[in-house]
């Protein structure tokens, strides 16, 4: 690092002490955004669920009598039986509670990857979603994040809130060398420092009117704070450790919903959502896991009714790090596994399928003898959505997923219009 981009990275932190309004801003040397793929008013969300989300509760195989047998206090009721799930295709079934998102199904814009995740067998939280966000399973020296990698590849649009991170310190997905916007949610909606006139007045008169790399770094961070302030007027939501509760997502999606679809320079988005780690009393189409679904539900439901126009140009992608045993626990719970469930919601997903290829429950069928496998690698989901919806070409999207052999996307290849 040269002298000028240490001051710059410097004067950040300087700013994100003095200024905790600032502290989510996140400023960092020119990016190297030109070229590639012209993704126009095309957008991304990512949704991940932290501590292992229950694919086999979220999509039920419901037609394999194998899940019944290994869970016979939390499998989600046959669709017709008190809570069953909702039929999607006479094979698998939607958890009871997710209802606000059977309209989407309908329509044919959500759609599910069965049977996914990363090829990587660790069951640490830590590793398995260190290894999801920077997209190089296995590698743990990757200098930056998927997200972060796309924001390189697509063209820059100057937007300060080009793209936006939900949580008090930047996640692994959108480190590197672009500039990403963030908030930490607060509830109640008070002020930021930033917000009393005296300190902002105090702060601009020593920083403002700088030519060097601190009135720089001021600057882009007092319009990244202000834009999402002017777009976030309503309460914003309560967090925890940087990620919101899965408790208060409705409002969130509302909020953000709202900045898409008014903002149409806003690109990618990436929120974090805790409490997925259902190692005790999980339930089946009641509980403790279908308390957390049905509000995720209603709120990724108020995230596309918020994109209005723009949900045709958007894509939504709801991951976790890895999926959960097969069989429950002696708890009444599960412990973590591999194999998984993605979501994919938006105008341009070709939606009212599962896809991938379900082998079923059978314990030959299973990963050490106790997983869902991996069939899909999630890699394949992200290069499609680059490939298919930002139109990078095949060697952009190598360069957003170094490493990886790509291929004929078999999986998934038709899953984006």
Known sequence: MDRREFLKTSAV?????LVPGLSGWAYSPAAAAGGGGKSGSRKLIVVFLRGAADGLNIVVPYADQDYYRARPTIAVN???????????DGTFG?????????????E???????????????????????????????????????LNRMLQILPDNHSPIRAINVGSTMPRIL?????????????????????????????????????????????????GHNTLKEKLAEEMIAADKGAPNVGNFKGF?????????????????????????????????????????????QGLADLANGLGSQYKDTVIMVVSEFGRTVKENGNGGTDHGHGNVIWMMGGPVRGGKVYGDWRGLDEK????????PVVVDFREVIATVASNHLNLSSQEVARLLPGYALPSRKHTSDIIV
């Open 365 to 372: 069928n299973l990963f050490e003898g106790r997983d869902l």
């Open 94 to 106: 939607l958890h009871p509670v997710l209802k606000p998102l059977v309209s989407r199904w309908k």
């Open 253 to 297: 999606g509302q909020q953000l919903g709202s900045i898409f679809g008014k903002d149409r320079n806003t690109q990618i988005a990436f929120l974090a959502l805790g409490g997925w780690d259902t190692h005790v009393n999980q339930g089946a189409g009641r509980g403790q896991l279908a308390n957390k679904l049905s509000v995720l539900g």
């Open 78 to 88: 046959q669709p017709g039986k008190p809570d069953g799930c909702i039929d999607l």
């Open 175 to 223: 480190q590197g060398p672009v500039s990403v916007a963030s908030y930490e949610p607060k509830r109640g909606g008070r002020p930021s420092v930033m917000d009393r006139p005296f300190v902002a007045s105090a702060f601009a008169g020593m920083y403002d009117g700088r030519k060097d790399a601190l009135g720089e770094a001021f600057r882009e961070g007092v319009e």
């Open 108 to 146: 044919g814009s959500l759609a599910f990857v069965h049977a996914s995740g990363s090829p990587d067998a660790t069951r640490s939280h830590f590793d398995a979603q260190d290894y999801m966000e920077s997209g190089r399973p296995g590698v743990k020296t990757a200098s930056s994040g998927w």
């Open 13 to 17: 932190v300087s700013l994100s002490c």
